[in-house]
C-alpha cells in the first residue's frame, strides 16, 4: 500500500482526490508491486481513503484520514523548546543507561549499553567535546618567541697541526683540550692559554675521532687507519688497542655509567668493546653505508648511531639489536647530538638538522637553513645548538623554537686557502662559557659570548610566523 500510495499519488499529494477516482483505481483485490495480493479490511464494504495535504499515510490500516490527520502541522517553535524542557537531561539518560539491568532483563555481555564507571562515562562525553572542538576552526601553530642568547664572537685562534683538525675533546678538569688530526697525531693543549702541552704519536693515518674518559685516567682514540687506542695519561703511552673493524673508523664514545667503549666504522658496523677485557661485546650490524656518528647515554636506548646511508638507527645496548630506524634523512647523516637536560637530541644532514624525542625517535621539528654539509652539531644547557659546516659555516640555535640566531663564517688562516675553510668539529668546554671548532684550515678556533651585548643592541628578529612541520 505504501508504494503504491508514493508512486501513483506522489505527483498529486497536494491535489483534492475524489473518492470515485480512488475506487477506480484501487479495486478490491489488488496486488501491490511486489505481487502480494492485497485484503482489505472489511470484505464486502466499500472501503474509502481519502489522500490530502502532506501526510504520508493513513494512522492506521483501514483507517480513513480525519480532520486533524489530513494535513501534518509542523511545531511552532515555542512547542518545540516546551518540548525540550520536559524532556530529561543528557546525563540523566546517561545514569539511565548506565543502571544496572533488572533481574528479569537480560543483557548480553558484550553489549554496548553495559555499566560503565563513571570515569569512562566522563572520558567518553570529553571525546564529543573534543569531537566537537575539532570541527572549530583552529589556527594555525605559530613559533614561539625564541629564548634570546648573547651572540658568540671569535677571540682565539690556535695553531699547531700539519693538517686538517678532524677531531676535538675537553677533558672533564676543563683544564686542558685535545684534538686529533690528519697529520696523524693527537695534540694536547692548555684550555685556557691555548699553549700546546703534549704530542702523541702513534697513528699511521687520519686521527677521525678522540675523548677523554670521565671513570678512569684514559684517553681514547681511532683513526682511518683501522685502529681504536687507549691511551694511558700517567705514562702517555699506548696500553690497549682494540681490533675487529675491517676499515677506517669514523668516530667514537664512551658510556657514561659502565666501562664501555662504541666504535664506528665506513665498514657499516658500530662495535662495543669492554674496556678492560678488549673483547668486542657486539657487533652492531644494520647500515647499509658508512656509520658517520655514534652516540652513548645512560638511558633508553643507549646507542644511537647516524649513518651515510640515509638512516639513524637507536640500538637495544643489551640485545646488540636495533630498536627504531629512522628514515626522514634524505642525505647522510654526518652528525648527532644529545641534549645535556632534555630527553631529545638532534642530527645533521644536507637537508636540515632535525630533532627528535627519545626513547621511540618521535619527530619534533625542521631546523632549516644550514644549507650545506653538516660535519658537527653540539648543544649546552642553556639551549644553544651550534652546527658546522663543510663550507666553513657556523650557525647558532635556539633548541627549543629553532630559531637561528646567529651565523659565523671566520676568515681561513693566512696562507690557506679559501677551500681550506670547514668545520670538522666542535664542542663546548665544561663551563660552556667556551665553544672550540677543529677546522680544514689546521688551526681551532676559540669563541666565547659577547658580555657587551643586550637585548636592546642584539635584538630577536622574530615574527610569530605560521610554522611549517614538514615531517621530510
Not at 690528519?182 to 675521532?209: F, N, P
Amino acid at each position: 500500500m505504501a508504494i503504491k500510495l508514493r508512486n501513483e499519488y506522489g505527483p498529486v499529494l497536494h491535489m483534492p482526490t475524489s473518492k470515485e477516482n480512488f475506487k477506480e483505481k484501487c479495486p478490491q483485490n489488488a496486488s501491490d508491486s511486489y505481487g502480494h495480493k492485497q485484503y482489505p479490511a472489511n470484505q464486502g464494504q466499500e472501503v474509502e481513503y481519502l489522500v490530502t495535504g502532506t501526510h504520508p499515510y493513513p494512522p492506521g490500516p483501514g483507517v480513513a484520514l480525519t480532520a486533524d490527520t489530513k494535513i501534518q502541522r509542523m511545531p511552532s517553535e515555542s512547542a518545540a523548546q516546551s518540548l525540550a524542557v520536559a524532556l530529561p537531561s543528557s546525563q540523566t539518560r546517561v545514569d539511565a543507561n548506565r543502571s544496572a539491568p533488572t533481574g528479569g532483563e537480560y543483557r548480553h555481555p558484550g553489549a554496548s549499553d553495559r555499566s560503565q564507571p563513571a570515569g569512562m562515562t566522563s572520558a567518553v562525553m570529553e571525546a564529543g567535546n573534543a569531537k566537537n572542538s575539532a570541527l572549530m576552526a583552529k589556527k594555525a601553530p605559530t613559533m614561539p618567541k625564541p629564548q634570546w642568547h648573547p651572540p658568540w664572537k671569535l677571540y682565539r685562534v690556535i695553531s699547531g697541526h700539519l693538517g686538517w683538525v678532524r677531531c676535538i675533546a675537553v677533558e672533564p678538569g676543563n683544564q686542558w683540550f685535545v684534538t686529533g688530526s690528519a697529520d696523524r697525531t693527537i695534540k694536547i693543549w692548555d684550555l685556557a692559554s691555548g699553549k700546546l702541552k703534549l704530542s702523541l704519536t702513534g697513528h699511521i693515518s687520519t686521527v677521525r675521532g678522540v675523548i677523554v674518559s670521565t671513570r678512569s685516567p684514559y684517553l681514547f682514540s681511532c683513526g682511518e687507519d683501522k685502529q681504536v687506542k687507549c691511551w694511558d695519561l700517567e705514562y702517555n703511552k699506548v696500553i690497549r688497542h682494540y681490533h675487529g673493524h675491517l676499515s677506517a673508523v669514523y668516530g667514537l664514545d664512551l658510556h657514561p655509567t659502565i666501562d664501555v667503549l662504541v666504535t664506528c666504522s665506513r665498514d657499516s658496523t658500530a662495535r662495543i668493546w669492554d674496556v678492560r677485557t678488549k673483547a668486542s661485546v657486539h657487533t652492531l650490524s644494520g647500515h647499509t653505508n658508512a656509520v658517520a656518528t655514534v652516540r652513548c647515554q645512560a638511558a633508553e636506548p643507549q646507542i644511537i648511531t647516524g649513518s651515510h646511508d640515509t638512516t639513524i638507527r637507536l640500538w637495544d645496548l643489551v640485545a646488540g639489536k636495533t630498536r627504531v630506524t629512522l628514515t626522514n634523512h634524505k642525505k647522510s647523516v654526518r652528525a648527532v647530538v644529545l641534549h645535556p637536560r632534555h630527553y631529545t637530541f638532534a642530527s645533521g644532514s644536507p637537508d636540515n638538522i632535525k630533532q627528535w624525542k627519545f626513547p621511540d625517535g618521535s619527530f619534533i621539528q625542521n631546523l632549516s637553513g644550514h644549507n650545506a654539509i653538516i660535519n658537527t652539531l653540539t648543544v649546552n644547557s642553556d639551549g644553544v645548538l651550534v652546527s658546522g659546516a663543510d663550507n666553513g659555516t657556523m650557525h647558532l640555535w635556539d633548541w627549543r623554537t629553532g630559531y637561528n640566531f646567529q651565523r659565523v663564517h671566520a676568515a681561513v688562516q693566512p696562507g690557506s686557502l679559501d677551500s681550506e675553510s670547514g668545520i670538522f668539529a666542535c664542542a663546548f668546554d665544561q663551563s660552556e662559557s667556551r665553544l672550540l671548532t677543529a677546522e680544514a684550515d689546521k688551526t681551532i678556533k676559540v669563541y666565547k659570548e659577547d658580555d657587551t651585548a643586550t637585548e636592546e643592541t642584539h635584538p630577536v628578529s622574530w615574527k610569530p610566523e605560521i610554522i611549517k612541520r614538514k615531517r621530510f
